[in-house]
């Protein structure tokens, strides 16, 4: 979080102070933000970006919060603004460093196996039946090498499968071990690894943009972002029942298209890995049997939320990763959440 310039205006200062419930008849009592909410507390907009109002009362107080420290209410009273009522606490808060800190202090270096260029980095706490490291991450039961592919790129795959261990040890953690595979192709012959090995390097990747490979075949109205697109999206929800059709409504192509994306028949060389940053569509967004309109998705969304999603991305002190966070967070899709954060929509 950016910090507040001191002193405050004057006019900044008494828009501040309008906003507090100021109890002169109740001498303990808390102050209460009366001005905008959230779920998380309250929100003042100053200096071009939204603050919590109690974090703005502090320092009009004291000046500053020294590093390593955070305001801590001893009412826990989300909303007071009441100086008396806080106290500085060491921050404990699960910020990315910390929680990388905790996931790394269960790891260990492993062996250097003949075909890699640095050791493993092996994964000392749970295991699932295949050896793949588990642990629990916002609450979810997570594949240890799925969260460190999230440290990395600050996108989640959501089918651990696709994530190939190119050292084929599946406790390793080490980032520059795993690459994505092609659910077309690796996630049902998942178990014959040794090929992974010789995969290709980065720097004998295609550039995709620069070869429209699979415009000629006459159907290509799916661009090859689409079709990774597609894959993911078929990678994370095989099961879901009119996967297909749901998709070729979204794409607006028929769903034997749908199904050449998925086995590769169009795009063969389209490879995921070369798209890092592209998710797959969330269920959600995909209507099964009726079309629905295409806003419609959007407009379930409370003045809260939206307030919410903008008050966590401008305090966010790293605003990469945040739109995917945001997204898994409100269980919207990340292409509303970037339209969230933009002011474009609601
Ligand atoms: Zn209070
Ligand atoms: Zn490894």
């Known amino acids: 979080m950016s910090h507040v310039t001191l002193p405050l205006s ?8 309008k906003n507090l419930a100021i109890r002169p008849d109740k001498p303990d009592a808390c102050w ?18 939204t603050r919590y109002p109690h974090i703005v009362a502090w320092l009009l107080a004291n000046g500053d919060i020294p590093v390593g420290f955070q305001v801590l209410r001893t009412c826990k009273n989300r909303y007071c603004c009441r100086v008396s009522h806080m106290k500085l606490g060491h ?47 916002d609450g979810k039961q997570k594949k240890a ?33 795993l690459k994505l595979g092609d659910p077309g192709k690796n996630v049902k012959d998942r178990d014959q690894k040794g090929r992974q090995a010789q995969g290709p390097t980065h720097g004998s ?8 490979r699979g415009v000629k075949n006459g159907r290509a109205k799916l661009k090859e972002f689409d079709v990774i697109q597609i894959r993911l999206t078929f990678a994370a929800n095989a099961n879901a ?50 079309r629905k309109g295409e806003d419609s998705p959007f407009a379930k969304i409370s003045d809260a939320t939206v307030r919410a999603i903008q008050l966590e991305y401008d305090q966010a002190p790293k605003k990469w990763g945040m739109i995917s966070k945001l997204a898994r967070q409100f269980d919207i899709s990340p292409s509303h959440v970037h339209r969230i954060v933009n002011g474009e929509a609601r």
């Open 91 to 137: 921050a404990t808060r699960t910020t990315d460093e910390n929680r990388k800190e905790r996931f790394f202090a269960k790891t260990r270096p492993g062996a250097k196996r003949s075909h890699m260029d640095t050791p493993c980095l092996e994964w000392t706490g749970g295991h699932d039946i295949g050896g793949y490291g588990v642990t629990r991450f």
């Open 32 to 49: 209460e933000w009366r001005g905008g909410r959230t779920a998380t507390g309250g929100r003042f907009w100053l200096q071009g970006e």
């Open 241 to 290: 029942h009119g996967i297909y059709e749901g998709l070729a409504r979204r794409y607006r192509v028929d769903a034997s298209t749908i199904r050449d994306a998925v086995t590769s028949k169009l795009w063969p060389r389209a490879k995921i890995e070369d798209y890092p940053t592209i998710k797959p569509i969330p269920l959600s967004e995909l209507s099964f049997g009726h």
């Open 145 to 177: 090498h799925q969260v460190v592919w999230f440290f990395e790129h600050g996108v989640w795959i959501p089918r651990p499968g696709l994530i190939m261990h190119a050292c084929d040890n599946p406790p390793c953690v080490n980032i520059e071990h």
């Open 205 to 212: 990747r295609t550039k995709p943009e620069s070869v429209p």
């Open 10 to 17: 004057y006019s900044d200062q008494e828009r501040f102070v």
